[in-house]
T-cell receptor, first 111, second 115 residues
Framework: QKEVEQDPGPLSVPEGAIVSLNCTYSNSAFQYFMWYRQYSRKGPELLMYTYSSGNKEDGRFTAQVDKSSKYISLFIRDSQPSDSATYLCAMSAKSNYQLIWGAGTKLIIKP | EAGVTQFPSHSVIEKGQTVTLRCDPISGHDNLYWYRRVMGKEIKFLLHFVKESKQDESGMPNNRFLAERTGGTYSTLKVQPAELEDSGVYFC?????????????FGPGTRLTVL
């Protein structure tokens, strides 16, 4: 069983829709949870960073962590075609430590 | 400020040859990480430097892989001899290492193809 499960998609939605991306994990030691965005032929770019449980909002993006269910989510409001990319969840047990990654979900926003 | 840079962007070699990948981290970043993504799989951790020291090399697949970080600045990852299964995208990331949470910034990756 993988430590982090993420549906690879693709997920296709119309422009303006609310997008929900999710990951589940099995290791209860994970404390740091990240969402990265990756455009084709580029490196992952950090979008959101959450420590332990709770919600975090940044503009159109909201990250949620539910440690009791071992489930994390990223919501994108008012989605734009420029949001089309692969979204990867990553997590670690400590700061300054190796990241454990999901497979990435390919998101397509249709104009 | 320049981001993490990697060279080359793409390398095509034959099985049995040697390849060296280079990573230049963001200036002032003590932590440097190597990750790899092979086709159809998740990104996997390879190793972690703190300055010039190897903090964690638990992800290195075998002794054909050798990583160095000269003077705590740039890092190289050598694969010798390369095998078909080494094909993939090799990412380097760097972080300050003095804050929690500590953000890892990624380079564009080196795409390695072993024929």
């Amino acid at each position: 069983q993988k430590e982090v499960e993420q549906d690879p998609g693709p997920l296709s939605v119309p422009e303006g829709a609310i997008v929900s991306l999710n990951c589940t994990y099995s290791n209860s030691a994970f404390q740091y949870f990240m969402w990265y965005r990756q455009y084709s032929r580029k490196g992952p770019e950090l979008l959101m960073y959450t420590y332990s449980s709770g919600n975090k909002e940044d503009g159109r993006f909201t990250a949620q962590v539910d440690k009791s269910s071992k489930y994390i989510s990223l919501f994108i409001r008012d989605s734009q075609p420029s949001d089309s990319a692969t979204y990867l969840c990553a997590m670690s047990a400590k700061s300054n430590y190796q990241l454990i990654w999901g497979a990435g979900t390919k998101l397509i926003i249709k104009p | 400020e320049a981001g993490v840079t990697q060279f080359p962007s793409h390398s095509v070699i034959e099985k049995g040859q040697t390849v060296t990948l280079r990573c230049d981290p963001i200036s002032g970043h003590d932590n440097l990480y190597w990750y790899r993504r092979v086709m159809g799989k998740e990104i996997k951790f390879l190793l972690h430097f703190v300055k010039e020291s190897k903090q964690d090399e638990s992800g290195m697949p075998n002794n054909r892989f050798l990583a160095e970080r000269t003077g705590g600045t740039y890092s190289t990852l050598k694969v010798q001899p390369a095998e078909l299964e080494d094909s993939g995208v090799y990412f380097c990331a760097s972080s300050l290492g003095r804050l929690a949470p500590d953000t890892q910034y990624f380079g564009p990756g080196t795409r390695l193809t072993v024929l």
